[in-house]
């Protein structure tokens, strides 16, 4: 049982998310208590003796609102319901009285760019053009052959358009048909959005994690997109072939996160994070993270997709947020619901071992907020999931060529003897790792040397040390397989240095008698790093 520690208290120099370490949980993969196949609340709750026992400061929950699950609840049918196939509202008041007892904060999802097309507003909308929510989505008439109103895509493959009958317009979805775009530009579809944010609110959330936020408004005048230039990537969909510069990233996004900050502000210690993809995303995230008027924090894509993790993708992602009045804070994933595990896209087979606790080492250690997706602790690997036991849309749609998203929705192993590795009493949703077994929890918590042990240990340093926190970040060197960087805060100075490659690398700071190691990993030396080293230093004179 992990010690009862009350939450901290807010104060306006050092918010409590500043510097936090927060652990995403996807519902339907986390912990079946029912016996029906799928993660749910009560398993959540079940559990969260073991995320406090990581030293995480707050819990991000992936969608569990009401939904026909095309695309696994973010096709939401109703903002302020608990699908049944998670519980009800009172398991979600169970959910948060536990968390707070254990000193965790609880974040949800918000998803505002689109509803599913189960939701009554979708309903009342498509059944006529005169109708009170007639303008919440976005309709267009077509063109005078009857085609589309102009060239738009959506991610999933396919039109950014589907023909409505009973409308004779075709209405907008940047997603799946059955997830319709909102007309955000509404004023009375915000105040809509606002009065869903203020119901969490109400019921003791302690933030949102918003998705897909730069998808939220369009161009009114739906002018077409641009060809995008040839890249070196593959192109799997549609989508990847053009600039997404109208249907998307309207200027007048920040003025509706501006008043959701002003909103959330009514609730003290209350904290927002947004993803940001696409084709611009530092621009958008410092636009809407800017001046301590939008949203907290934000994170990109910098890491989620990264075929390989070097100095310089560190240096270009960390560089991109300076310690500056008016830039808001950075928050970082490796991995996450739709991104590949870290560890099998990083890691070399052979040593995954000590390239696992190097990354981790370098995670705990950048500034900003670190996102730590399921199983992430205890170094999962992406799972190979056969054709036929697919359920993303995306995957399937556009087979063989896109990276499925189930091989990181996995269910979480708990026992390693038990049916379904203590997941639930019957076959998941999804299969599990066939080597995931023997990286269960049970068999990490009884090995000291285990991933599961070293996260634990790592994010004890990171709380421990001040600069690691909330300190400013300088880097030194980031050539070759060597990452050095500096983190000082009023109270400490810290040397970060990492060894990214296979061969020893010969390093150490100057006057090195003026520093001591605080954390290191795979038998660094006080003048050198070996393959995939990494240690920390403090400055002790």
Not at 37 to 44: V, Y
Request: hydrophobic share 40%; with cysteine.
């Amino acid at each position: 049982m992990s010690e009862i520690r009350p939450l901290p208290a807010v104060t306006v120099d050092r918010p409590w998310w500043r510097g936090a370490t927060i652990y995403q949980v996807y519902p339907r993969s986390f912990r079946d208590s029912n016996g029906d196949g799928i993660g749910d609340l009560p398993g959540i709750t079940s559990k969260l003796d073991y995320i406090a026992s990581l030293g995480v400061d707050a819990v991000w929950l992936s969608p569990f609102f009401t939904s026909p699950m095309k695309d696994f609840g973010y096709d939401v049918a109703d903002y302020c319901g608990v699908d049944p196939i998670f519980g009800c509202l009172s398991d979600f008041d169970d959910l948060i009285a536990k968390a707070h007892e254990l000193g965790l904060r609880i974040l949800i999802d918000q998803v505002y760019s689109h509803t599913s097309d189960q939701h009554r507003w979708f309903s009342e909308s498509r059944s006529s053009r005169e109708n009170d929510k007639a303008d919440w989505y976005v309709w267009a008439d077509p063109k005078v052959d009857g085609s589309p109103p102009n060239n738009w895509q959506s991610v999933f493959g396919g039109p950014a358009w589907t023909w409505d009958a009973r409308r004779c317009q075709y209405y907008m979805h940047n997603f799946l048909s059955s997830q319709p775009q909102m007309n955000m530009h509404n004023p009375k579809v915000q105040d809509a959005m606002l009065g869903v944010a203020q119901f969490w609110l109400d019921r003791g959330v302690d933030g949102f994690r918003v998705d897909a936020i730069n998808f939220a408004m369009h161009d009114p005048d739906l002018k077409d997109n641009p060809p995008a230039p040839l890249g070196n990537g593959v192109r799997t969909r549609p989508f990847d072939f053009q600039l997404k510069i109208h249907n998307q990233s309207h200027p007048d996004i920040p003025g509706f996160i501006a008043r959701m900050r002003a909103l959330m502000d009514k609730y003290p210690g209350r904290f927002s994070v947004a993803e940001v993809g696409g084709d611009q995303p530092d621009r958008e995230m410092k636009a809407f993270t800017a001046d301590n008027r939008h949203f907290d924090s934000a994170y990109g894509f910098n890491f989620l997709y990264a075929e390989s993790l070097t100095p310089a993708l560190v240096r270009e992602a960390l560089e991109a947020w300076p310690d500056q009045e008016g830039i808001g804070w950075p928050s970082w994933a490796f991995s996450n619901h739709d991104a590949p595990r870290w560890i099998s896209r990083w890691a070399p087979e052979d040593s995954r071992t000590a390239y696992a606790a190097m990354a981790m080492m370098l995670f705990i250690s950048l500034r900003g907020n670190v996102i730590l997706w399921q199983g992430e602790e205890l170094g999962l690997t992406q799972v190979d999931i056969p054709f036929e036991k697919l359920q993303d849309p995306e995957a399937i749609a556009n087979w063989p060529l896109t990276l499925s998203r189930d091989g990181t929705r996995t269910p979480m192993p708990w026992m390693a003897d038990a049916a379904q590795c203590g997941f639930s009493s019957v076959e998941p949703w999804l299969p599990l790792g066939v080597d995931h077994r023997a990286m269960s929890v049970d068999v990490e918590e009884a090995d000291p040397q285990s991933m599961l042990a070293l996260t634990r240990k790592l994010l004890a340093t990171r709380s421990a040390n001040d600069a690691l926190q909330i300190g400013d970040l300088e880097i030194v060197e980031a050539l070759g397989d060597l990452l050095v960087f500096e983190r000082r805060s009023p109270q400490q100075h810290l040397i970060c240095a990492f060894n990214m490659g296979r061969k020893d690398i010969a390093w150490q700071p100057a006057q090195p008698d003026r520093w001591r190691v605080i954390a290191a990993v795979n038998e660094t030396t006080p003048s050198g790093l070996p393959a995939f080293g990494a240690k920390i230093l403090e400055k002790i004179a």
